[in-house]
């Protein structure tokens, strides 16, 4: 058997926001080509996850639908954008993390100029967020969180209520030096599709500290380049249809490779000139003027006043219904080597909006595929467990059963322990006990009894399997007694059926 | 070669001047000549005499403006004030005073009202043009008569007709008919010259009743006083004669009837024989008159007619001119129709007029000429809203000469002209016509082409029009003459169908109401379209040869040699290029607006073409607009003429740009486009002096006319002047309205003769704003040339997402090159940039601003061609601007007629300071500095060279139907802009184009029967990328009423409330609080009567530390289903509340919530083909099926919705969509494109699609196996499904008709107070009927348990729904009553002879039956 490859084909940066990899997976048996080329596509779609802004307090806004002097977006607008806004992290956080964004107008308020909490990056620094007028400022504060497709919020959800508090407790909160990521390009693990994302950013703040013109220069030649590039790449990939380029993918891929090193190099470059401009930015600005008019103090002040009963309006904090989707579009092909017409390969088509790499996403994918399937790892296990007989039925049941009544991750993952025939084989005993005991206390629900049984059973007052068992052999004495009982043999039948297929009773 | 030339000299003329020009026609010339016709008023001894001067009436300037009067609930109008003269001839005194006729709504430059803060459209009404009618009536034995009505403006309603014996009659509403010859004779005709004038005079001679008449008048009878006796005594003979003749003679009085069999036999011929012939005459006019009289008043006594009484009866009907009135457009057509050349100031009738009338009449029976077909537009005129205006003020001004005249009557001695006039009968007259006329409509505010749309709506309904039951088919179709006038398509579905009609495009209305429409003539067959069009009103157009639209022309402009279609009258038939006299202006003049913005119109069924044009005004503005990727080009339009997006007035930098406001400076010309107001203070001066100096005949009145005018001279300066200022700077709010126009004093009335050679007013140079013709209020509006031009240019490319106007590039048309096949298209891809206005702040700024500054009249020539304010202005001045004159009428504009707001010289200063700081337009403002001329300009005080204007923009507001209105700007600080450009985008447009849905990705297939019967599945994208969130804001008032025990009051202390903390101190809650359903908007409590309380209570409530509470909860809280945010409170001030009543805090609030709604199952989505739906899913976009390339469609739609409608103007849209989608390009298509050749829709299509294949290297974007269609894979298996599935885009709209506000559910609720069975409809938390065919369905089940539940305690059973509860937490059986439907239930039960009863058991054990009617 050969060896399933992945490999990338191709790859490129169609813009910030736009991030296109085509790979190719394979080879495999012909069928399951569809098998995985689908579920990769629906996981990617709909399992990946993301980070965006939930909720925003602008100073001076009481609702969504207002204005602000001298802006020339509406709030609404202004949230809109916000939504937009494409984030990205290189880790997992589960309390959403606090940013702000001060700035005094006149220019245009873009992505760059948020101060993104720890390990937070925007990735196009461009994205607009507002356009500011010389008379007007634009202080806010927001919650940036990580999920899932999307949510939609209503200021009485809990969650929403959640949100409130950290805006409104978390005062210092360390944010990132770097606000901008601008290609998850950079990310190493290029070999390895398993690997933690490293842990970066604080290393990096002096390397960015300076920035002249020569910066400037070259990052305009740098983005020339990029252009250029891109373009070459466009009307090549214009010309041919994606299937003739699938024949000719060898001598993409080398070209890929040159393109790829190249970007690396291109986005390194600009996001350091990027953090530059941002230090610079904060010189100018000074740092006590920003210590001034953060937004806590603005609002400890502020709601003073309003519980004196001032008639100024307070801010509100308005949630934001976030799109955590990182992937725009993914395309799979089904391709069969005519050479090999007993194998097949799928082409996977990936584009992602900026805020993680193609490369990335499949790696994400098959993780959330793997997360998804490996409960079903367990099922060898179980009948083991019980030491039971048939294997088909009872192992059904219990896995059932095991879902159903015990599915906190934890019990799972002891489960699973078992499952993989550890050494530790007290706990493996220790499992095997509590299961029992599980099992005992299992509703007759759970059997598969026919309705008369069943209710014939509720009636005698018989709820668990314990009690069924007690019941069932109390019955069995009593007829070998031949004490004429009530209990009609078909009945009885039913229940040690049952039982034995349940693996509680021994077969004989 | 151009294949639009015959379009290119001639545009669409503006959308909503019909509206503002008849109002404008109304506070011009209407007003005057309504207040003219009642001058003078007199008592009867004609001693006491008041007169009006209508030529100097003024409007004060209204307190608020439109918007504000929306928020406080206003009108939005002025008061009217007009000199009036009192003149008492016996005590020689004269007394001359400003008075206050009352209030006038106005028209808003939008043309709408605003009537108690809610915008009200006036609609034109189509009626009967004033004239005569003749038409035929085909009996049962095929016989046909003629009849002739005379229909006039005013006035009674005469009939004159030929019954099946010949005869002929005049006949009125409410008395019996009379013979024609008598009524011609009282007229005074004689009987020699009837005779003679009539071509068929044996008419007469031969069917006369018997020939006795002409021989006694040839042998010229006298006749004598004894023949008058015995005529009076036939009378009562001829009453019960035409009783019994005509029976629908409906006012004979009941005893006549009675006495009819009795007189019956006595009949007997007389000297006028019986009266049931029309060859009756008299003798003489008087004997006429006196047998009119008595004819027309068969109650009255014989004895007491007289011939005076016939005569005045007569003035009385028709020649009094106060009650009858032809108006001069019937007395035209009279004239037109029976060939007279009667004067036409004349507007009463005129013996004449029924003479001729009768001739007609009696050719027709001898088959001479034709009858008249009512439905042809040239009988129906359009009844405007000025008009219609100008009428109901006519009756309020009726009104209040009646009122004077008994005041005159009453007292003679110390008159003042304040007593005798009042404001009421007008007020009252105007307020019953803005408020309860059906003309006048709660405006269509759902988007901005609703409201377009039902500003040029025309109804046939109303008062003076048809009635919706009895209206036949006839009226309700489409005539020939509709060609160019009314649309054929969009009119309402249902009962108002054909009565109910839009203007089309090209249509504009003539100053007789008649709807005109442009064409070109021809010339020996070419096309004379550089001349100006000429239009033809339907008269008009009769008895010419009119070639349709859609023909095409060559290079040189000629028509095709092959026979062509047209139209003459009403037949269609083919004639050569020679013969054709006119042609069409263009092939979209026959529709309307919104079926002018359906693409690939021609290839819809007009059914659905219909629902199309209908379902866009049904559109739901959008949080985030989008154009459509393929539209008609007309979309520009109809957002530049709803006066819905902000336009530069004038050209000039923006310095500011934020969406509360822009700021844009502009150079200013050196003649004041303002005229001098300061001069407005000397004019009370002028006025005082010469009037004081004139008035030399009589001392008395001099001193008297002094005081007065003393006292006018301070009032005036302070309240007339003055305020025309603010008048001025009104303007800017888009107000329509007549300013402090002064005028000369013109010789000729009363009034002149009294105050000669005086000058009563100075005389200001320049007219304020309302100038004779300048429609007032249209304050200018231009369009940006691209668009202006963009329209006529069928395939555009638009590359998209410039913030600004889209840079338009257009195709030229050339030979085929790269179309798909030989006959495809005429369009290749020559692609030829529009530049946009120069941008200030990139390459050569200074340059271009000092340019600007330095010669704004270049400015000038560079402006479009095209400007709207030259057509309103006057005809002439608009086709030298056609003609290309364009210069010079816009100076005049600039000079004389554009009114910029006053400005504060202050603000300037302050803005550049501010703006100064910004990096861009810093720059440019230093740049602008530095040059010479601009540092000219900054000296603000001394010559105003640059001038910012500001422009306001409208926040988040709230539409009549609670969609939401807002502007977004669109330009950007720094930028230069040209007069017109768009500055601000309306929350329904992108880019100035009409925008209400979005483009999505559809396909045509079938998917697990979610779109079974026009269901249509969604992608779940379409919900998170918030493409169909709307906006809607919902206004809740509550006013503080009296009641029983006090004022109700508005406070937060509200009693057993616990959630108020949102609330302010007065109980109102907090803009920006989220509300939910239950929770309070406004506390408000009613105060409650003091219980008396027993002592343990009292002891208790002690105890607990209670109070016990002296008032009622009565909040306004969030009603069922509703969620969102306050956005705003207007406090007003109580309306029904006596103003004696004390009280805190507000009395009236309004609070405004607005919601966001996002799409979902059960919103009604629709395309622009009458393609309509119901959203039945929403799935996940990885479970939607994808294109080739990956790409998620965003809904599906069942291809079964597409042969049976006969629409496939869709697919054409989808597939060209889908094409522009890949190029990136954006398509205008105007309708009927067969003009280049057969097919061409397709060959666009396919070319373009075959173009977007090549271009993006997709080969499945164009398949020639299966044109347009796709293979399609299915999200969830990712299988391919088994059929190439069409797949495009198209541009999809959200109606309306949102399930929030359907959804509905109640297991109990209220119930009505009499019936006590519950309530109907959502509002009132109601119930859904149980109908029999429901209680049938449950008898059939047997579900007796539900049927009963039903029936009874879900229904009107009191006692059993009140013992339900009880009975339940008691487990006892339920107890039922006998509700009302358990009777219908038994009996329906015995009338299927089924032996069902209700019996009861007696004391002594009995069964016996009991009536159920009589149960309890």
Known sequence: MKHILLSCVESRIEHNRSFYSRFQLGPFDLGQGLTVGNAFRRTLLSELSGVGITLIEIDGVCHEYSTLPGVRESVLDILLNLKQLVLTSDTTFTVPQVGYLNF????????????????????????????????????????????????????????????KKILNS????????????????????????????????????????????????????????????????????????????????????????????????????????????????????????????????ENKLKGGRDFSGGSQLASQALPVDTLFMPIKKVNYMIDIDPAEPDRESVVLEIWTNGSIHPRQAVHEAAKQL??????????????????????????????????????????????????????????????????????????????????????????????????????????????????????????????????????????? | MNIYLRQNSFLVPDFIAVQRNSFSQFLESGLIQEISKRNPITNSTKELELCFYPQYYKLSPPELNAKQSILKNKTYSCRLYIPVKLTNKRTKTLKLQWVVLGNLPLMTKRGHFIINGSPRVIINQMVRSPGVYFKEVSHADQKLTYYADLIAYRGAWLRIELDKKADIWARMKKTPKLPMLILLQALGLNLPTILKSLNYPKFFENLGHDGNFMKQLKKGRVSSRSSSQELSGSFNLSEDVSLRLDDSSKNMGAENVQRAPLQKSTKKATLFGDFSRSSVYCKTQEEALWALYALTHPLKNPDEVTANLGKSFLYRKFMNSRVYDLSPLGRLRLNQKLNLSVNENITTITAQDLLFITNTLINL?????????????????????????????????????????????????????????????????????????????????????????????????????VNRETAGMAIRGIHPTHYGRICPIETPEGQNAGLVNSLTIYSRVNPYGFIETPFYKVVKGQVQNSTRPIFFSAYQEEKKLLAPGDIYANKLKYLPKSELPIRKLAEFTRTTREKIDYISVSPLQMISI?????????????????????????????????????????????????????????????TYSSAEKITILSPVDSTPAVPKLSKGNNSPQHFHESVGGSCKESQSLQAAAEGYLSGVASSSSSKFTGSSFSTISALNDGVLRRALTQKVLTTGTNCSSMLKNQRFFVEPKAQLYTGAQTPVGRVETILQPNHAEGYLSEVETIQQTQNKLPLQVRFGVEAPKSSFDSEATKISSTLNSIPQHPVLGEDSPSKQVGWALKDPQIQTMLKPKWHHSAQTMSRENWYQNLKGQNVKTFTQVESGRLVTKPTNTKMPMSSLAGTANSKKTGEALYKLASSESATKSMDFSTKTQ???????????????????????????????????????????????????????????????????????????????????????????????????????????????????????????????????????????????????????????????????????????????????RVIHVEILNAENLPPEFVFEGPSRVNLYIAEKRKIHVGDKMAGRHGNKGIISNILPRQDMPYLPDGTPLDMVLNPLGVPSRMNVGQIYECLLGLAGRYLGQK?????????????????????????????????????????????????????????????????????????????????????????????????????????????????????AYTLQELLTVKSDDIKGREQVMESIQKNKTISLGTPESFKVLIRELQSLCLDVGVYAVDGSGKIKQVDTMKLP
């Open chain 2, 1227 to 1343: 398509f205008k298509v105007r309708p009927f494109d067969e003009i280049y050749g057969p097919q061409t829709s397709r060959s666009l299509v396919y070319s373009k699609l075959y173009e977007a294949r090549l271009r993006t290297g997709q080969r499945w974007l164009f398949n020639p196996a299966s044109p347009g269609k796709t293979r399609l894979f299915d999200g969830r298996t990712g299988e391919c499904f088994s059929q190439p599935v069409t797949v495009g885009q198209a541009y999809m709209l959200k109606l309306i008709h949102l399930v929030d506000e359907k959804i509905h559910a109640r297991s109990i609720g209220p119930y009505s107070l009499v019936t006590q069975q519950p309530l109907r409809g959502r509002s009132k938390h109601g119930g859904q009927r149980l109908g029999e065919m429901e209680v049938w369905a449950l008898e059939g089940f047997g579900a």
């Open chain 1, 370 to 508: 793997i997360h998804l399937f490996s409960p079903f790892l367990q099922t060898h296990l179980v009948p083991t467990t019980l030491q039971s007989t048939p294997y088909s039925k009872a192992a059904s049941k219990t896995q059932e059963f095991s879902l159903n009544e015990t599915s906190t991750e934890k019990v799972k993952d002891e489960l699973g322990k078992v499952a993989f025939g550890s050494e530790n084989n007290t706990a493996a005993l220790n499992q095997q006990k509590n299961l029992v005991t599980a099992i005992q206390t299992l509703d007759i629900a759970n059997l598969n009894f026919s309705l008369r049984t069943f209710t014939f059973l509720k009636k005698e007052n018989i709820n668990t399997v314990s009690e069924l068992v007690e019941f069932w052999t109390r019955q069995k004495t009593e007829a070998k007694d031949s004490i004429q009982s009530n209990v009609q043999s078909s009945v009885l039948l039913e229940i040690s059926n049952n039982l034995k297929n349940f693996g509680v009773l021994p077969t004989s």
């Open chain 2, 594 to 654: 919104a079926t002018s913005l359906i693409p690939f119109l021609e290839h819809d069924d007009a059914n659905r073409a219909l629902m199309g044009s209908n379902m866009q005004r049904q559109a739901v503005p959008l949080m985030t607009a989008e154009a459509p990727v393929v539209g008609t080009g007309l979309e520009c339009r109809v957002a530049s003429d709803s006066g819905h997006v902000l336009q530069a007035k004038k050209s000039g930098f923006v």
């Open chain 2, 946 to 1124: 640059l001038k910012p204007i500001t422009y306001e923009l409208q926040k988040l507001f709230r539409s009549n139907q609670d969609t939401s209105i807002m502007h977004r700007p669109v330009v950007r600080e720094g930028e230069w802009v040209n007069r017109g450009d768009l500055l601000a985008d309306n929350s329904t447009t992108v880019g100035g184009e009409l925008s209400l849905g979005k483009n999505l990705l559809l396909a045509y297939m079938p998917w697990e029967g979610y779109n079974f019967e026009d269901a249509i599945l969604i992608s779940e994208r379409l919900v998170s990328d918030d493409a169909y969130t709307s906006l809607h804001i919902e206004r809740y008032e509550v006013e503080i009423r009296e009641t029983k025990f006090g004022l109700e009051q508005i406070t937060s202390q509200i009693p057993d409330e616990g959630k108020l903390s949102h609330l302010d101190h007065f109980g109102i809650a907090k803009p920006g609080t989220w509300v939910e359903e239950g929770d309070i908007l406004i506390g408000k409590v009613a105060p409650m009567p003091q219980k008396n309380l027993s002592r343990y209570e009292k002891l208790l409530y002690d105890v607990v530390g209670k109070k016990i509470s002296t008032t009622r909860d009565t909040s306004l809280r969030v009603p069922r289903g509703v969620s969102g």
């Open chain 1, 104 to 163: 005094t107008g006149p220019g245009v308020v873009t992505a760059k100029d948020l101060k993104l909490p720890v390990s937070v990056y925007c990735v196009d620094p461009d994205q607009p967020i507002a356009t500011l007028s010389a008379d007007a400022t634009l202080n806010f504060k927001f919650l940036v969180c990580q999920g899932k497709n999307y949510i939609i919020q209503t200021p009485v959800d809990k969650f929403h209520e959640y949100q």
């Open chain 1, 170 to 297: 978390k005062l210092n909160l360390p944010l990132s030096s770097r606000t901008t990521l601008n290609s998850t390009f950079e990310r190493p693990n290029q070999d390895s599709l398993v690997g933690t994302p490293l842990q970066e950013g604080v290393g990096k703040t002096k390397q960015n500290k300076r920035l002249n013109a020569h910066f400037q220069r070259q990052l305009k030649q740098l983005n020339r380049l990029k252009e250029t590039s891109f373009k070459a790449y466009k009307t090549k990939v214009g010309e041919k249809t994606i299937s003739d380029e699938f024949q000719t993918n060898s001598v993409n891929h080398q070209n890929l490779t040159t393109f790829d090193l190249r970007e690396k190099k291109l986005t390194d470059v600009t996001t350091s000139l990027q953090h530059g401009e941002e230090a610079t930015l904060l010189k100018e600005e000074g740092l006590n003027k920003l210590d001034n008019s953060s937004p806590q103090l």
């Open chain 2, 365 to 465: 029976n001898y088959g001479v000429g034709k009858v008249d077909d009512i439905d042809n537009l040239k009988n129906r005129r359009i009844r405007t809203a000025g008009e219609l205006v100008q009428n109901q003020f006519g009756i309020g001004l009726l009104r209040l000469e009646k009122i004077i005249r008994e005041k005159l009557k009453q007292q003679q001695t110390k008159l003042s002209i304040g007593s005798l006039i009042n404001t009421k009968p007008i007020n009252g007259a105007l307020r019953e016509f803005f408020g309860s006329s059906p003309l006048s409509q709660f405006m269509d505010q759902t988007n901005p082409l609703a409201e377009i749309t039902h500003k040029r709506r025309l109804s046939s309904l109303g008062p003076g029009g």
